[in-house]
């Protein structure tokens, strides 16, 4: 559908002599500018058979690149906000009332990041190549990074850090699939993906190398950059050797499961109480 587009893009980020092309500029701004409304993604879920369950995430790098290559053919440009005043080479979003999307002062979203009816933005951040789903709420000074995929009936808490990623153009963005919870103050980073209807207690730290630990079972077992569906985790630590001696390192505990529920509110208060966990 989009394989114009995409030759066009290719071969500008393999000759950037062609960025002063007037072709290749317009066929930039054409994807970012399919990117702000959601026709074009970073990464996108592949479905089983019936659509109902998520089988993989697929990047599209060509898509990441265009949003790459947007800032150089971009002039630096003053945007008026009164009585804010900013100095920048990319738009903020505008227009929410016809997106439905509710925007809470001093909330901010770039523009070329998709916000879809029914999204919440507290006083937050929203970078470029982002995608939000539907009725999800980013939170008091949470941020979500560049390229980062935000599912449906999201809550994003207070603070919470969703990484960002631009470069290199082969890694694949933070996702957090739909019905999923993220406590206060915690940050997810470096492509981690946590799947649907995972609870995140409060300070929780994901990253690539982070060990995620079920510890549900007589055994732990040892995961790295997913969070398994419906899981219930909180910030952990585990003893490690070094030089100097043992010290503690952060882990993230997986403690218990979400119910099955299709009330995504009932299952998320009882998991809330039945763990114990702190947002």
């Known amino acids: 559908m989009f394989e114009d587009l995409k030759e066009i893009v290719e071969l500008a980020w393999d000759d950037k002599a062609l960025l002063k092309d007037d072709k290749t500029i317009k066929a930039i701004r054409q994807a970012v500018d399919l990117m702000d409304k959601g026709q074009l993604r970073i990464a996108e879920?592949?479905?089983?058979?019936?659509?109902?369950?998520?089988?993989?995430?697929?990047?599209?790098?060509?898509?990441?690149?265009?949003?790459?290559?947007?800032?150089?053919?971009?002039?630096?440009?003053?945007?008026?906000?009164?009585?804010?005043?900013?100095?920048?080479?990319?738009?903020?979003?505008?227009?929410?009332?016809?997106?439905?999307?509710?925007?809470?002062?001093?909330?901010v979203a770039r523009y070329g990041s998709y916000l879809a009816k029914g999204v919440i933005l507290m006083p937050s951040y929203v970078n470029i190549g982002a995608y939000v789903d539907s009725g999800t709420m980013i939170d008091t000074w949470a941020t979500v990074g560049s390229c980062a995929q935000i599912g449906k009936d999201v809550h994003l808490s207070g603070g919470v850090g969703i990484g960002g990623v631009l470069e290199p153009v082969q890694a694949a963005p933070v996702i957090i699939e739909d019905g999923c919870f993220i406590g206060s103050r915690s940050i997810v980073v470096e492509g981690v993906l946590v799947k649907k209807k995972a609870v995140l207690g409060a300070n929780v730290v994901l990253t690539q190398s982070t060990k995620i630990i079920d510890v549900t079972g007589s055994e732990p077992i040892e995961m790295r950059g997913i969070v398994p569906e419906r899981s219930v985790v909180i910030p952990g630590s585990y003893t490690k050797k070094f030089p100097a001696g043992e010290f503690q390192v952060s882990c993230a505990l997986i403690i218990g499961k979400r119910k099955e529920s299709t009330n995504l509110k009932t299952s998320l208060n009882d998991a809330l109480r039945e763990y114990d966990v702190a947002v």
């Open 45 to 107: 879920p592949v479905m089983n058979e019936s659509g109902n369950s998520i089988i993989r995430w697929n990047v599209n790098e060509w898509v990441k690149k265009a949003a790459i290559l947007y800032f150089p053919i971009q002039g630096m440009k003053k945007i008026e906000v009164p009585p804010f005043e900013f100095y920048d080479k990319i738009d903020l979003k505008k227009d929410y009332d016809k997106l439905g999307v509710r925007v809470v002062p001093h909330a």
